[in-house]
């Protein structure tokens, strides 16, 4: 028996290429051992068969800032442009034992939400990493470069995300590099991230054509949109994972399929009343489409069941189109996709010899269809997540384990006494 084995009894499983069948699975050391009948031991064992529970991948969040957890609720009903005023005004005074302990909820409720695996998108990474680390976690923390003039973090941002790549060594934490956006940041400093990219061998996410303002503006100053010239300097390549694309041209929609993977970011678009992006098509030019919340501030949750039924619904309305964008699309874009992007065609999914991300879902009354799948997309919530495996960690199992908990009780005490 392995020291931290789980073996799972009876599920309905997902597999890799989405079938169903009723098998038991083995985890080991990270990795699924073993699927079918199994006949040995573990150190935990889940009757799932007993308790009606389904074997799905996990869910992939490819676009969040979850040390904003303080920020849930305090600037809705703002527009982008001031609800960035008020975010940087939060950002200036943000210490890293804030940001470590609103990373810790955030972490927690992703968890708690079956997602298994996300981009960040912030500075102070380093206490984002401490979060990871003590939740048993993994992350693609990405630290956030933009000009000097522009910046509340202390120092200067590419020697800081330089630092954060090279000096990282906690569990489960993958370093990245995002950018502001083309508002925030020269193409020197662009040029200086996609550098360090090269040098470490790097992902880069970014904000791109997130609202019409930000198009406009760019376009009265440099005479392209934010799209044409990101991709007339080659800053549209497959190491980039795009985020928002709102306001794309039929042109500039086949520019951005040249990228690596495109953050689709449905409910925060919607909250902000930013726009409906384009996804079908991007989705029908080869783009590689995931599932991005967004922070809580502009989403108010860490939900990815939400945003792959808003996500698809919104498609199908904006063309009058009921398949414009199928659950099984949807469901691909949340898992599949963004593990081929980020961990470059690693094993995922449900299979052997994959890396053991793997959600327990309760088959409740509201999930009582005849394909998994379009339950999934179009029926299941968070409260059907029984359980959350993440790097073949059992992180939640109806409620979260002793040592975790007092992880977040901590994190909480802290954050409600910030507040008073």
Known sequence: MEEGSILIKGAKVLLEDLREADADILIENGHIIKIGKINGKAETVINAKAEGLVAVPGLINTHAHIAMSPLKGMVDGLGLENFLKETSAFDAKNSPDMIYNSAILGIAEMIRNGITD???????????????????????????????????????????????????????VNPMISIQGVYAASKETIESAYGLAEEYDKNVTMHIAETKFEVDEHKNKYGMTPVEWLHKYGFINKRLLAVHCVWLNKK???????????????????????????????????????????????????DLFEEMKYGTLLQCVRLNDPNAITAKDAFGF???????????????????????????????????????VNDIVYSANPSNVAATIANGKLLYKDGFNERIGKVINRASRYISESRK
Do not use: C
């Open 118 to 172: 996300f981009v960040d998108f912030y500075y102070g990474e380093d206490a984002v990493a401490k979060a990871v680390e003590d939740m048993d976690y993994q992350g693609n923390l990405a630290w956030v470069v933009l000009d000097n003039d522009k910046t509340t973090q202390k120092g200067d941002p590419i020697s800081n995300a330089e630092r954060f790549i090279r000096s990282n060594k906690r569990n489960g």
């Open 252 to 302: 500039e929609i086949g520019m951005i399929s040249d990228s690596g993977a495109v953050s689709y970011n449905p409910t925060s678009n919607m909250k902000l009343g930013s726009g409906i992006p384009p996804i079908y098509e991007m989705h029908e030019r080869g783009a590689r489409i995931t599932f991005g919340t967004d922070s809580v501030a502009s989403n108010n949750s860490l």
């Open 334 to 372: 949340a898992t599949l996709n963004a593990a081929n992007f980020l961990y470059r065609k690693m094993d995922y999914g449900i299979k052997e010899g994959a890396k053991a991300d793997i959600v327990l879902l309760r088959k409740s009354v509201n999930m009582a269809g005849s394909n998994i």
